[in-house]
Nanobody, 126 residues
Framework: QVQLVVSGGGSVQAGGSLRLSCAASGPTTSYACMAWFRQAPGKEREGVAAMPPGGRRTYYGDSVKGRFTISRENAKNPAYLQMRSLKPEDTAVYYC???????????????????WGQGTQVTVSS
């Protein structure tokens, strides 16, 4: 099972930007759908963005479309999340996840992913 490590969280003011990184070790992630999720206190884990192998398309949650960008570099750095125009409601713990070879079906369902990073706190103040 691939091991994922998330970095790049922090505290910013509303309107600011942050970039999250996901590093991988173990089995290759080249053939995995990579995704970012987030979970705020008292809320369910929410799918933020996903990108299939090859990176030819992307998927975004409605609340982050136009503000967040998912990208991938290689098997060791399989996912990044560039977050712009951050809002207080973006405050959450953010997780990187790796799943099967396709993101098409229910990409925002946490159950599709079998490897998770440890999460990083993102706090946006107004």
């Amino acid at each position: 099972q691939v091991q994922l490590v998330v970095s790049g969280g922090g505290s910013v003011q509303a309107g600011g930007s942050l970039r999250l990184s996901c590093a991988a070790s173990g089995p290759t992630t080249s053939y995995a759908c990579m995704a970012w999720f987030r979970q705020a206190p008292g809320k369910e884990r929410e799918g933020v963005a996903a990108m299939p192998p090859g990176g030819r398309r992307t998927y975004y949650g409605d609340s982050v479309k136009g503000r967040f960008t998912i990208s991938r570099e290689n098997a060791k750095n399989p996912a990044y999340l560039q977050m712009r125009s951050l809002k207080p409601e973006d405050t959450a713990v953010y997780y990187c996840a790796a799943g099967g070879p396709s993101c098409i079906h229910q990409w925002a369902s946490a159950a599709r992913y079998n490897s998770w990073g440890q999460g990083t706190q993102v706090t946006v103040s107004s």
